[in-house]
């Protein structure tokens, strides 16, 4: 052992204060897709797995020879195609001191793919798969067998709102997801009517709970199509705007036009006007990009892009295999610098009882469920692109609701796009959990729902920015959080939102920026910049919140509070007050007693304040700009209960870049001028309009792994 320590290369760095230098020794063990694991992991006989370098770290461990400054595993460029999941355990640990850094060598393409690259394709000549095809598909898709390459796993469909489940087996061609057949294309069928024999009080529609729906007549012709496909799918909003869900068809009828979906159903059920689309149908390639996986073959069958100009070996065709790359339990002080992940099933990396750890300068892509998951404290992702997962982007969950306790979690400089390939709904880009974790400086956009959910305590979401999400759905937030008095302390600033409208011809209310649905309370929200928002700041029914010092241009409206919980959602109050009275708790947690008495002192006080709960007292609308558009939606019943003071309405407030601010081109287009009415003594009150630090808002220059965890 001691002398293929020796053997490793040995790094010299040189931290140069003003009155000293001190010398840091790093050890640097090296791997190459086309090294040797019985070699010595130096330049000269570099490792060729990630294993084989891990075990070579917890060795050194384990012997006490960890150097001053830590182990950092360096790769050289190449696809790393993984056999099985990394697992680090604790027995992997760095220390602060002593980090284990794994990284991409400075300029090298490296990827850790979950994935298998697939050749041997053949053009389709079978008669009766010809003769399924689509006529514009025929001649132009070629197929594969997957069991030829060992695959012979292709795991499960399933998956929607508040369901687990995903694809199973994708396929990625050019390291862009392709689109498992389906019709139509784009957009949706509509339900015509549902003809189940139990029926759902709903007043706009008429609903059931059975999957027996018929379907728009002008879609016949294609549905009829489907009676005969192998394994049918449908992917539908079977009843509320928010909550899609995939079932198998059990059958098609084409002289009725009626579609009966397997059980079990849909939980909340079916209406009529609600929408859906076919997929998993080899009759429906009928475009590029589109493919369909005989299940019982084991073949793929595949129109690949450009297929006319390029035969599909110019691009790379991989199948998702693994279904997580990384799992990181209990291992403290460990490192991912630099990859590219891609090629899972599930979630790609996996953090659990973190300390330390971080995740930099990465892409995270072509993911089936998750991109990062953390759970622990003082552990982050940093300046990463995360786009292509069929679930959300970032999960942090850390902290101790009970004690208050923060955990600092951070999602920090990330771009985050393209998510919720797969479940469409409360999939979120970043997702944060627990108490005292932070968003920061952020790109999300692109997405069908949310992108920024939170529930906990004292959380900062600041300084991102947000476009073009909650495409697919309305009653959504781009930033959204719900249901709970006892969640407070969460600070929502200096964010940048702009052109969130919702779903196309969707009913209720589009898409919302930021979200205080049902009766959430005590969260701040100021400084922020909302531009072209439908329901901009929105307080459903609850208490102490705070909309200060913010700017809305072209909202429609740009605040809105009711007082829902004095009349239909009169039940969740209900509920929680008796829990008051029969346990001493609310959410499981003293709230009148320290901690959160001393935290929230609005809390502890709740029960005695007049009037009492659950009337919307408490909240604040303060020292906002607005200009276009329309300023307020505020609900007759909570109207009492809201302070509304030194607002600046209607009133040009004087933009540096007034057609950029219109456009809606930057954050900085909004900065005020001097001579703005805003900034005038006493013109919102006695305190004013406190400028914005536009220059800090959105993902910034890389950052160059600098922030820390706090």
């Known amino acids: 052992m001691k002398a293929r320590l020796i053997q490793l290369v040995t790094l010299c760095i040189i931290v140069a204060p003003a009155s000293a230098q001190t010398a840091i020794t790093i050890r640097e063990i090296v791997v190459s897709s086309d090294g040797k694991d019985t070699a010595t992991g130096t330049p000269a006989g570099p490792f060729a797995t990630i294993e084989r370098a891990r075990d070579e770290v917890r060795a050194m461990r384990k012997a006490g020879t960890l150097p001053p400054g830590g182990v950092t595993v360096t790769f050289h460029a190449g696809v790393y195609e993984l056999a099985g999941t990394v697992v680090l355990t604790a027995e992997d640990s760095g220390t602060e001191a002593e980090p284990i850094i794994y990284r991409a060598a400075p300029g090298a393409a490296v990827r850790l793919s979950g994935g298998k690259r697939l050749s041997g394709w053949k053009v389709v000549t079978d008669p009766a798969v010809l003769d399924r095809l689509d006529p514009a598909a025929r001649g132009h898709v070629v197929q594969v067998d997957l069991n030829a390459h060992g695959v012979s796993d292709f795991g499960k469909m399933g998956g929607g709102f508040g369901l687990d489940g995903g694809p199973g087996l994708e396929l990625y061609f050019r390291d862009r997801p392709q689109t498992i057949s389906r019709y139509p294309n784009e957009g ?20 059931c709970v059975e ?5 728009d007549p002008g879609a016949a012709d294609r549905l009829a199509r489907w009676k005969d496909e192998q394994e049918p799918w449908a992917l539908g909003y079977w009843l509320h705007d928010w909550a899609e869900q995939r079932q198998r068809i059990a059958s098609i009828d084409p002289a009725t036009k009626r579609m009966t979906l397997e059980k079990p159903y849909h939980h909340y059920g079916y209406r009529k006007g609600g929408w859906f689309y076919g997929f998993n149908l080899l009759c429906e390639i009928d475009r590029p990009g589109e493919w369909y996986l005989d299940r019982e073959a084991g073949t793929i069958y595949f129109w690949p892009p450009d297929a006319d100009t390029k035969p599909i070996e110019d691009g790379e065709a991989t199948v998702s295999v693994l279904d997580t790359l990384v799992s990181i339990n209990g291992a403290q002080h460990v490192t991912f610098q630099g990859f590219t992940f891609e090629a899972a099933r599930g979630t790609a990396i996996r953090i659990e009882h973190a300390r330390g750890n971080r ?27 995360v786009t292509g997962t069929g679930d959300g982007g970032i999960r942090l969950s850390g902290g101790d609701r009970r004690t208050l306790t923060a955990a600092h979690l951070t999602a920090e400089n990330n771009h985050v796009h393209h998510w919720s390939r797969w479940n469409r709904m409360n999939r979120h880009g970043i997702a944060l959990s627990g108490v005292g974790n932070r968003a920061a400086n952020n790109l999300l956009h692109d997405s069908p729902h949310t992108a920024i959910h939170f529930s906990g305590n004292d959380h900062l979401i600041e300084l991102n920015e947000i476009h073009r999400v909650c495409t697919e759905s309305n009653d959504a937030g781009a930033i959204y959080a719900g249901r709970d008095w006892t969640m407070r302390g969460n600070v929502i600033r200096h964010n940048y939102l702009h052109h969130l409208s919702g779903f196309t011809g969707g009913r209720d209310r589009g898409c919302i920026g930021i979200y205080l649905d049902d009766l959430f309370s005590g969260v701040t929200i100021t400084g922020n910049i909302f531009y072209d928002v439908t329901n901009a700041a929105y307080i459903g029914g609850g208490m102490d919140n705070r909309v200060e010092n913010n700017i809305f241009i072209d ?3 740009a605040v809105h509070v009711d007082a829902r919980g004095l009349g239909w959602a009169h039940k969740w109050p209900g509920e929680w007050l008796r829990e008051v009275k029969e346990k001493g708790t609310l959410s499981g947690v003293r709230f009148d007693q320290p901690p959160y008495s001393e935290r929230y002192p609005e809390l502890a006080t709740m029960l005695t304040r007049t009037p009492p709960p659950p009337a919307p007292t408490g909240n604040i609308i303060a020292r906002n700009i607005q200009f276009g558009g329309a300023w307020s939606d505020i609900e007759k019943p909570a109207a009492p209960f809201v302070t509304i003071e030194g607002n600046l309405l209607g009133v040009d407030p004087l933009f540096v870049d007034a057609a950029g601010a219109r456009a809606g081109t930057s954050a900085g ?5 001097g001579d703005s009415p805003a900034l005038k003594a006493g013109a919102m009150g006695a305190v004013g309009f406190v400028r914005l630090p536009m220059e800090r808002i959105g993902r910034q220059p890389r950052a160059g792994g600098t922030s820390t965890p706090k």
């Open 555 to 557: 909202c429609k409206p």
């Open 359 to 385: 995740v930099e300068d990465c892409t995270l892509r072509n993911i089936g469920s998750w991109a990062v998951s953390i759970s622990g404290e003082r552990s982050g992702v940093y300046n990463c692109e």
């Open 669 to 673: 287009a909004f900065q005020l001028r």
């Open 188 to 207: 949706f069928i509509t339900i015509a009517d549902v003809h189940g024999p139990t029926t759902i009080d709903r007043p706009r529609a008429k609903a």
């Open 211 to 215: 999957g027996d729906v018929s379907y």
